[in-house]
């Protein structure tokens, strides 16, 4: 039976701090942060740049997990639609203290995170230390890391931006916390949520006269077929996913999008199957995801996502909204153009496969057709002794948009020689690419430094890049060549000089040993 697009509402209602709190009269493209500060007053969440860059406006979101259980999300509230947390429980650090043991006396009551960074003296000006808590927060109720795990407690804090206490009493304080799980009522309360699908109709109608925003509306449907619906109805509909992307052209472009249709509630494009020897990955699994559930069978593709934005945006961030972007610069689209990997497209009349190769014909263009969404990516494993990586290469390890990013497969046969090569790349033209003429030059010959060399000779003919502010044209085809040299000497083994993640992330100690 078709599921009709819920009627229009004019509220919703979210869970903040374990209280309802209804949302009306605000347009559907108000973020989180604007609300909890300009509307609720709650200003202990802090906005430093309003763009995802520097963590301070960092909230805990209860989502579900792939096991059905609910899990502690650190998002940046400045990125995050109102809507987007309809019928979720958010957590700000008004809320994670005990009220009742706060009453009994101004030294109780503070959760563990909150009393690590009392203790290992984590904060001077106070003005990140929200946003770090409720890091540290995720942190402490994440079952995959311990203390110990200084990597991961490094990936935890990249996205918290810290102006004066210095790294280490923070990292300090995440040692202390990380992986805790403390039997309490934020645990009880993760492990007993239930989740249904936010589904929602939000209309923003001005009251104003002259109004001064035009009405809004906010659809998210709960299945595919009122997904259809919606798209007919609204042709012209902004689709936001993650909206990390979108949150941006709303607060730093000043548009405004009458009609935005989200993919929030469609848990059937959320999903990661397992093919018999490769992936089905659904348009609105997040990067996060992503990582932990391919990560371990792709380190290859692992070593990208784990310089994706910060865990903040990966934990919002989709797959499909990255490769829907058309970005020349996103950093899913090199490797998994390696992967060769496919998309499907789907609309209300059936859905269709398209190469990878094929899915950007210009310029923050896409080969979807109107009525189209993006549903999921498929790619296959890599062959048996084949080797696959990807490589980032930009102005900081972290945070940092690439200035060219690779990912690179190689498969020898019996002899040596080339069976099988793919080199892709971002950030050196319009679109991301394969070199398609330095992978013909390879193909059948040996695996030898002469023939990369030859290659190399090769590669700048398929790339057109262009000068801006992350690098010249020059400096990109020579980062471009030299990463398919390293890949070459990568190759070869672990005697080699490796092109490795080497440690040179926030708060690593100089002495751990490269992955
Ligand atoms: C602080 C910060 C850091 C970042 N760092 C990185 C980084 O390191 N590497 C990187 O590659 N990117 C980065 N990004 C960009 C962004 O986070 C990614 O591109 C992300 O994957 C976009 O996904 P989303 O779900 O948030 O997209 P959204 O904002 O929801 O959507 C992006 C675009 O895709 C369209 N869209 C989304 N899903 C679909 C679908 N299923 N079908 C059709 N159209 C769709 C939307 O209409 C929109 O045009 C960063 C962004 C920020 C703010
Ligand atoms: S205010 Fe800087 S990340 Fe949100
Ligand atoms: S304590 Fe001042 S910015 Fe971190």
Redesign the pocket.
Known sequence: MLEMVQDRSSSFTFFLNDRPVEVRGVPGTTTLLRFLRDHLRLTGTKEGCA???CGACSVALLEPGPDGKGRYRSV?AC?VFLPMVAGRHVLTVEGLRDAAEARRSPEAGFHPVQQAMVEHRGSQCGYCTPGVVLSLFELCYRDDVQGSDLRRIDEQLA?NLCRCTGYRPIRDAAVAVAGLRPSDAFRLRADEARFEPPILSYAYTPVSDPPALPGQLYVQPGSIEALWQALEEHPSA???????????EVTKKKTFPRVLIG?EALSV?GRITRLEAGFEVG??VR?TDLQDQVGPVLPGLEKMLR????RQ?RN??????????A?P????APALLALDATVVAASASGSREIPLREFFPAYRK?A?REG????AVRFSDPPDGAFFTSY?V?KRRE????SVAAGMMLHLDAEGRVQLIRLAYGGVAATPVRAFGAEAALLGRPWTEDSVRDALRVLERDLHPISDVRGSASFRSRLASNLLFGFYAESLGPDRDRLADRPTGTVLPPSTPPV
């Open positions: 763009e995802g860059d940046d990125l996205g902004r689709i936001v996913a993650g909206g990390t992307d979108v949150a941006l993919l494009l348009a609105t990067i310089v994706f934005g910060s945006v919002r961030a989709t797959v499909g909204g990255n490769l829907c972007n970005s610069v996103g950093d899913l896409t979807l189209e969404i993006l549903a980032k930009a945070m940092d948009i690439s």
